[in-house]
Every structure is written in C-alpha cells, then in structure tokens.
C-alpha cells in the first residue's frame, strides 16, 4: 500500500468558501498532501490556515503535518490562460448569482495546476465552477491521461442547474467523464441515475463534511422569543415569499422579535411596510462576521426560516438543529432526508405563501412540539453532521479511488 | 368546448400576459409561484412575460417552464401590445398598479388579475385595490384565482 504521505489529493474548489475549508480540515491530518486548487480569485478562508503555497508534486510532498496547500495560481498568466481558453473554444457558461462579465479562474490555469500537481486523486467540490473547469482540464489532458475524478455536488448544483438551457448539456457531460460522485442529497443520485450516470455515488454526506459545536445556549426553545429569517431573494432565494408569510401570519407573531438576516435595500423597505401596517416587530438583522456570532445568535432563536426553490440540505438547517431552533425551509431542498415535516420542523412548498404562514404561525404557538425537537435533532447533528465520523468515511473513499476499487466500469483507473 | 382538463383531447389554449418587472415595486416571483401552483391547469397555457427584469426572473420561467410544462414567451417591456392578443393580464405589484398596462388590457376587452401589496392608502386609485392585498401575499388565493379563469379551471 502506498503511504499516505506519498499521495496528492487536489481539491478544486473555491478557496474562499467556508465549506471547503471545513471540508479540507477533516482531512489536514490524515498524512495525505491535501492541495486546494483555487476556482475563483479571492481571498482564501481564513479557516484553510495553515495554508502554504505550491506549485509542483514535489513542493506538495514537503507540507508539514496539518498543513494544507494552496495552488499557487500567480505562477501562470491570468491573461495568457484566458487567451488559451479562447483559442480552444472554451466559454464558461455563466452563473445566476453573478454579473454577466464575471469569470472563475481559467481552464487552462487549472489545466497547468493539475499537471505540475500530478495528484494521484482530483475532488472537485461543487459543480458549476469547480465541476466545469475540471470537465476542460479533462478534456485537455484526454480522459485515460486524467487522474480519478470525485465531483462533490452542492446545493442547487443539478437540482436546479439541469433546468437551465445553458447549464443542462455540460451537466450531461460532467456525469459521463466522473469517476465518482458524492451528494449532499439522496435526491440528487437519483438525478445523476436519471443523467445516466452509472459510477459509484457515495452515500450523502453535507457539503461541509462536519461541525464541532460546543459551548452553545441550550435553553428550551419554548422559552426564546427571537425568530430568524433568511432573507435572500433572487435567483434561488424566496425572502419576499417569507415576508408575505410573515405579513398574513403577524397578527400571531406579536410575542416574537423578527428579525431577517442578509436583507438588502429592497428588502429593508419591505420590513418598514410590515412593521408600519401591521405593528410586528420585524428588522433586518446586521451580517455577523464571525461564524461564533452568527451560530450565538441562533442559539436565541425559537426557529429559523429560509425559503428557495433549490437547494441542497442547507447549511442553515443543519446549523438550526444543532442549537435547537425549529427549522422551517422548502421541500426543493433535501430537508426532508433530515427532518419529519410536522415534527422536527416543516417542510413547504416554496411557492405556497400561505403554507408557510401557516407553518409559522404552528411553530410559533405549538411549545411542546418545538421543545421535544431540539435534543432530536441535535442527535441526528452529532451523528450525521460530526467531522470525527465524517473524516475517516472519506479517507476510506478517496483510499478506493487511488486505489483503482472504484474505478467505473469502463475501467479507466485499473 | 372542453370544460375536463384531465380529458385526453387537448384543451384550448390560454395565453396569459405576466407583469415580469421583479424589482422595488413589481412582485413577478410571486406571481410566477402562484402559477407554479396551477400545476396541471397550465399544460396548454403560455405565458406571454413582459419586461423581465433579467437573470432572477430568467431562471424562475426557465424552471417553472420545466417543472410544469407551461410555454414562455419573452417580451420586451415597451412590447406591450401584446396584452391585446392574450386572454388575460396578471400582475402583482407593490403600491399602485401599473396604469398603463391595465389600460392596454382595457382597450382589447382582455380580463385582468391585478393583486397590489401595500397598497397607497393616501391614492384613491390606488387604495381601490385595498381588496386585493390579501392575494397579492397569498400565492394559494392568487393561483385558485388564476385556475377560474383557465380553460376547464375550477370556478
């Protein structure tokens, strides 16, 4: 058996994101050389720290125990690797929660990163932009040059994006060149089976691999009088859809404080009419910076609720149950993998306003039902969402596919 | 003329224009979830929407289109003449209506859906609407609305 120490895992990813860097952390002291391949041109997550640049197999293999690597991206072009790009035919599609003139980091800078890396495994986390740009590295590498091949899915990343015109031919093609697949969901190994993707699909696992939480309020949520509302809304997110809600349920809401987090200008003005025509006390809630502050303040709320017409299990959800807030999210993510509608929380659909001012207003009134929910859904959190179980659970996958046991079919990595 | 949706011969065809400005004072998403709730009703329906407001309107038609298989067809917001060739106009909206596109409705005989969250107390014209409030949040009452004027919708 190849020692660990000796084998490179290049994790596509966006550097950025606190999923990944969660992700990276149950494996930082697993022995493997854990190299993040950056997809966007941002700061990295100050909890990928330690963190040191590379560029080559050889510098990955110098990484000190605990110490993650990061793709040192300045040592190509960004202007001549867009113009590789172009000169090979290859566009970015584009992605709804960004400006049109937006682009994730080349093709080819990811292209070049993989070869000088020469990982013995590629993990692709998330699919538009990590997925996309390991899909043309691929395709300039040749598929049997190409490394195994995990695509993580997040969130909306097939539920919603097989929908979309310019989206739903890449995803084909994304499924047919993996050689493995992990979802958050249940629900979206059906949709890669629908794709016709026939490649082993790893039992679900969030996004996030795991949470340590400690320290955390465990007061009755009977006994909270906060109710935190998502408010995002755009091209996934339904905030208004929740302030509609909330205006048809105010009239039961008057022992509550409302108060709605990521709200925008539009938003806020919508609070102010709430507010002015119906007496609730309903305000938009400052961003909190730390993740400490944020999961504090949740531990306050009697629930939590977040609306969208696609998502995967939602990190809120998760975050919710680990604190005992009652969650209250829509059936187009995959909440219902994790909660019983009706008993853990609710789950409604994401069009139906008055189905979800009824959920609120039950939570809202129903004490018992929200107190015997928290210590149940704070089992399921330690059990399903616990970067101690999760870790040694990947480690075991990423080992079958270096190893070439869970090579496709075709038998491309034997 | 078919009155049964779940007949096996095809139901006439409906079109419907949609207000598609989703920004400070237009609630397209809203309407666009009320007719996500039709569901079945909508199979020979085509949506006619003017004026979306772009990317956040795009994708809820690209996904309402393939979940429920209703027809979409993009109009330009000064495309407005196109209300005349429809069979009714819906609109959600905050504040006031949009005048002007009731009046395009008016002038072709074309039978309106026209809910108005928050409605301008101190504008008589606006407060007229004081009626519709409720489904202008309500996308439940809203779609059992928008199916009583579908062909074969419940009445």
Same mark, same amino acid.
């Given at each position: ?81 867009? /113009? ?39 993990? /692709? ?290 | ?152 919708? /419940?009445?």
């Amino acid at each position: 058996m190849i020692p660990q120490a000796d084998r490179v895992v290049a994790i596509v990813a966006m550097a950025q994101s606190v999923h990944a860097a969660r992700w990276v952390a149950m494996l930082r002291n697993s022995g493997l050389r854990i190299v993040v391949v950056p997809v966007l041109s941002a700061p990295n997550s100050p909890e990928l720290e330690p963190c040191r640049l590379v560029r080559t197999r050889s510098e990955a293999l110098t990484l000190a125990p605990g110490e993650v690597g990061v793709f040192d991206l300045s040592a190509i072009s960004e202007e001549k690797a867009r /113009s590789i790009d172009v000169a090979k035919g290859y566009a970015w599609p584009g992605h709804p929660a960004y400006p049109e003139h937006f682009r994730p980091v080349p093709a080819h800078s990811i292209e070049t990163a993989l070869r000088w890396l020469k990982p013995d495994l590629v993990h /692709s986390l998330e699919v538009q932009f990590a997925g996309y740009v390991t899909l043309e590295a691929k395709r300039r590498f040749g598929s049997d040059a190409f490394p195994p091949w995990l695509l993580s899915n997040w969130g909306s990343d097939v539920m919603l994006f097989r929908k979309l015109a310019a989206h739903a031919p890449i995803i084909d093609r994304v499924f047919q060149e993996i050689d493995a697949y992990w979802s958050e969901c249940a629900r979206d190994i059906g949709i890669a089976r629908d794709l016709g993707y026939g490649g082993p699909a790893f039992d679900p696992m969030p996004a996030s691999g795991g949470m340590s939480f400690s320290g955390l309020d465990a007061s009755l949520p009977s006994t909270r009088k906060l109710l935190l509302i998502k408010g995002y809304h755009g091209w996934s997110g339904r905030g208004h859809h929740i302030l509609s809600s909330l205006y048809m349920a105010a009239e039961h809401l008057r022992d509550y404080q409302v108060r709605v987090m990521f709200a925008n200008d539009a938003t806020t003005g919508l609070l102010r009419e709430i507010a002015d025509r119906t007496g609730l006390d309903v305000a938009p809630e400052p961003y909190a910076l730390q993740h400490s502050h944020a999961m504090a303040r949740l531990s306050r709320a009697r629930m939590v609720v977040g609306l969208g017409i696609s998502d995967g299990i939602s990190t809120t959800l998760l975050e919710a149950m680990a604190v005992g807030a009652f969650p209250i999210l829509a059936n187009s993510s995959c909440a219902c993998e994790w909660i019983r509608s009706g008993i853990d929380g609710f789950v409604v659909d994401p069009h139906d306003t008055r189905a979800l001012a009824d959920a609120i207003v039950t939570a809202a009134s129903d004490n018992a039902m929200v107190d015997a929910a928290a210590p149940r859904n704070r089992e399921v959190i330690a059990r399903r969402w616990n970067p101690d179980i999760n870790g040694p659970i990947v480690l075991a996958h990423y080992d079958e596919l270096m190893s070439g046991r869970q090579a496709r079919i075709r038998g491309r990595a034997e | 003329m078919l009155t049964d949706a779940t007949s096996t011969i095809a139901v006439p065809s409906f079109r419907i224009a949609v207000d598609g400005r989703e920004d400070t004072e237009g609630c397209a998403l809203l309407a666009l979830s009320a007719i996500h709730l039709c569901g079945t009703w909508l199979k020979s329906t085509e949506l006619n929407v003017i004026g979306s407001s772009g990317t956040v309107v795009d994708v809820a038609l690209e996904a309402l289109s393939w979940d429920t298989g209703v027809a979409v067809q993009h109009w330009r917001a000064e495309d407005r003449g196109v209300i005349a060739d429809c069979d009714l106009l819906l609109a959600v909206r905050r504040f006031s209506p949009d005048w002007d596109m009731l009046a395009h409705a008016e002038r072709a005989g074309v039978g309106t859906i026209v809910a108005i969250q928050f409605p301008r107390l101190d504008d008589l014209s606006a407060a007229a609407f004081l009626g519709s409030v409720r489904e202008a949040h309500d996308s439940a009452m809203l779609a059992t609305r928008i199916e009583a004027r579908l062909p074969g919708g /419940s009445p």
